[in-house]
């Protein structure tokens, strides 16, 4: 079946510090990747995409890489800010349906 | 342009009673959502609509009932609340491979 496995939080940083948050999945098909950011208290949003092998999805700094061989899409950030920390969701796709697949979210929480 | 919009957001209900979650979205999409989210394991999917007057079970789907009312709305019935299903629950709406969630519901049943 599909599934996805995150990194266990909750992760703790210093602000500017290098963030590396692994995702790997097991899929049937060709899935699309996501990570989504849930802020305290509010739902989640999109925070990148890759819907093919080897693309690379980024906003806000934050990067992902779609690795078919090695079924991950880990998300990485070069200089976490305070404002970042939040419940972060790698999921999946399989097909042009909308059902979502998601791991089990990594916290993240910076300090100044 | 609400997105998606859900209420109530918070409820607390006893063991054995019965309430429903709204959920409406002014996106025009035809595919909608509910899911729920527990500590350690992610969101599940609960129920979901491809279409208007379509539904179908998720993977949680057991003490639950939904209904596409219209295109715009998809509410969620608890029939026999239990402390099982205390969580917080998401409703979402999707449109060509984008998804859109709403604010969340949180409810506790005791």
Not at chain 1, 70 to 99: I, N, P
Not at chain 2, 17 to 43: F, I
Request: aromatic fraction near 12%; glycine fraction near 10%; proline fraction near 4%.
């Amino acid at each position: 079946g599909n599934s996805v496995t995150q990194m266990e939080g909750p992760v703790t940083l210093s602000e500017e510090a290098f963030l590396t948050i692994n995702c790997t999945y097991t899929a049937t098909g060709y899935p699309s990747l996501f990570w989504y950011v849930q802020y305290p208290g509010e739902g989640l949003q999109l925070l990148l995409k890759a819907t093919k092998a080897d693309d690379k999805g980024s906003n806000k700094g934050f990067e992902a890489t779609y690795r078919k061989e090695t079924t991950s899409f880990h998300l990485e950030k070069g200089s976490v800010q305070v404002s970042d920390s939040a419940v972060y969701f790698c999921a999946l796709r399989v097909g042009q349906g909308g059902k979502l697949i998601f791991g089990q979210g990594t916290e993240l929480s910076v300090k100044p | 342009n609400a997105g998606v919009t859900q209420t109530p957001k918070f409820q607390v209900l006893k063991t054995g009673q019965s309430m429903t979650l709204q959920c409406a979205q002014d996106m025009n999409h035809n595919s909608m959502y509910w899911y729920r989210q527990d500590p350690g394991m992610g969101l599940r999917l609960i129920y979901y609509s491809a279409s208007e007057g379509t539904t179908d079970k998720g993977e949680v789907p057991n003490g639950y009932n939904v209904s596409r009312l219209n295109k715009r709305e998809f509410s969620l019935r608890l029939e026999s609340a239990a402390p099982s299903q205390t969580s917080v629950y998401f409703c979402a709406s999707s449109e060509e491979g984008q998804t859109y969630f709403g604010p969340g519901t949180r409810l506790t049943v005791t």
